[in-house]
């Protein structure tokens, strides 16, 4: 027999109702708890599937969201406009949350970009795919067997493109909150990636935001420093040729933005590549056989002070605090300031684990090399980033590699334009 309890498989989304400018929530907003039975989760609980279309529910249909008054220590805002695929267009100045970046999975290069609202001309949403899903709900606790509900509810995906302000478009996923000022009031507004409307609704009626342009006046990073000609752009992301002679791994960082990418290795020779890179400032890593290449460039501390030695210490100090599963950290090399620091770190994993050799049964060693961002925050350093750069598996019997860190300010703060392959470079890592 069906087990009612069930029947929570599809729950009604947030209701929604028109009040001039926009979609306004009601209280129906706040999903109501529920008792749930013990055991198996059933299909209209928050289960690692449905959690997904749960916030996509709540995030889509939630369309705008009227806040309080403009704050006076508000972020930094962009004149613009923002049109949702009703055709409702709203003016003003648009922002994100405070300290939060606008991501956006690169479907081409598979790797996901953190931008910030002055790197972005504009942005445009396309539908990806839509249908009308049936609903459905398990026969019983336990079972796996699915039985068919008389309803549909629409579900659509969608596809983001963002235009920088040099001209590049990056095709993907974005789920993020945009905000608009328009004199004392401010509204929330969500992308989308994914979306599930309510029972019985038409894919026609499910809103979202189709469009954001920033005004062409709104001062753009891209323009060259001095009025300078700017470099040549295409709409595809750069791309960022080296030839490492001697090398076995490059790895390229981006500076300002703290992410960390693999180059491609090539099948002969010493021609290294990386692609899909936003404009900007790039340190590149080299692991040759005995050294390991690279620097770490981090700008002038804002108040003008170096770390001192009682600050690297602290620093060192809050490395070895951290408890994980590399038990050994050696710190290679520490810059910066109070506001932005950068290490460069050696990790070992010299404890047994649980990945053995078959024939012996002893655990396999490990060594991994990163970087770190930190900042000082009262009495503490506060970790941002932690950028992986090269890894080794080793066997039982094996000796740890031995790689002397060799620093090359020639490899640090390179500049990648807008230009489809940027200036190839050249190094030696061959230690010679």
Known sequence: MLDSRHLGRYAPAPQLERQGTGLQCTPAMRPQAQPQPAGRPGPGRLTSGSRSLW???????????????????????????????TGEAFSGALFLAEGKSLDIYD??????????????????????????????????????????????????????????????????????????RAGEEERRFLLLSDQKGEKGQPLKDLAYVREVCFDADAPSPSAAPGGASPAPITPRLASLLATLNGAREACIVDAERDKGFPMKAPRHGYLFRAEGLLPGAYDLWVRGENGLFGALSVPPPADGRALSEPDREAIRERIRSIEEFFDEKLILQIVGGLDRAKLLLEMRRTKPTSMKDEASGASFKFIRWELWTLHRLETTWEIDARIFLFREKIRPDGDFPHLDFRESPSLASLRVTGARVNEQLSFDASGK
């Not at 705008?64 to 004149?79: E, F, V």
């Not at 899903?133 to 039985?147: A, C, N, R, Y």
Request: no cysteine; proline share 9%; net charge positive.
């Open 55 to 85: 916030v996509a529910a709540l995030l889509a249909l939630a369309a705008t969201l009227p806040l309080p008054g403009a704050r006076a220590d508000a972020p930094p805002a962009r004149p613009g406009k923002l049109t949702l695929s």
């Open 107 to 180: 479907v081409e290069h598979k790797r996901r970009h953190p931008l910030t609202l002055a790197e972005i001309s504009s942005i445009a949403v396309e539908i990806e795919e839509e249908r009308m899903q049936d609903g459905w709900m398990f026969l019983e606790e336990g079972s796996d067997k699915k039985v068919k509900l008389p309803f549909q509810y629409p579900v659509r995906k969608y596809l983001t493109l963002i235009t920088l302000t040099g001209g590049q478009v990056i095709r993907g996923h974005a789920v993020s909150p945009i905000y608009l």
